[in-house]
């Protein structure tokens, strides 16, 4: 998984509340259980007539946000369905960084373990970045992982908090296979001493 130090990029805005897992990655493009290949088919629903054509008027079709690093989105993110393909989705679409004031729980914690960093604001700071967002490409925001610190476009500092376990796997690019083969030595040293100790397993 990929190192998530600092990120400074584009922030699109989309202040829909309750946007949902199948909303994030219809169930019907849910063909394949590797984590690429899903960026396509993000937001499909809202992003794409029943022809294929684009949604003009959909947030990350706009020329301003198509290369959009960052998404801030409203309350109750993620929800609904806990397929990990949602996250795998954002990675792949190319989003490192939500902030909303609240996600659902299972989206939550499958967005450390995808390189993606979930951040939670109280409201009055998320509408400052969505209107910081809504400015277009030229307002870049960065996000500083190590500080736990958001810095609008004009320069203004917002504060986060983040789970220090999450944090160190996000800043280490560890997910779950990662996290085990930390301890590879150990678990070699392991099987070592019990294949002379039960010969016979």
């Not at 922030?11 to 897992?21: G, H, Y």
């Not at 947030?59 to 989105?73: E, F, G, S, W």
């Not at 990990?84 to 299972?106: L, Q, R, Y």
Request: proline letters at 4%.
């Amino acid at each position: 998984m990929e190192k998530f130090e600092k990120l400074q990029g584009i922030a699109a805005p989309m202040p829909l509340v309750n946007i949902d897992t199948d909303m994030i990655i219809p169930k019907v493009h849910l063909k394949s259980i590797k984590r690429t290949g899903f960026g396509k088919n993000l937001f499909d629903e809202m992003r794409f007539n029943r022809d294929g054509t684009e949604i003009a008027d959909f947030v990350l079709n706009k020329p301003q946000y198509r290369d959009a690093d960052i998404l801030v989105a409203g309350d109750n993110f993620g929800c609904g369905s806990s397929r990990e393909h949602a996250p795998w989705a954002i990675a792949d679409f190319g989003i490192k960084c939500v902030v909303s004031t609240s996600f659902a729980d299972i989206f939550f914690n499958n967005c450390f373990k995808n390189g993606i960093l979930p951040i939670v604001l109280p409201q009055e700071q998320v509408d400052l970045l969505m209107a910081d967002a809504e400015k277009g490409a030229n307002a870049r925001m960065t996000v500083d992982l190590v500080a736990q610190e958001i810095t609008t476009s004009d320069g203004e500092v917002i504060t986060f908090e983040v789970d220090a376990f999450k944090k160190h796997c996000l800043l280490e690019g560890l997910d779950d296979i990662g996290l085990t083969m930390e301890k590879v030595s150990s678990i070699d040293t392991f099987e070592s001493k019990a294949a002379q100790e039960r010969p016979w397993v």
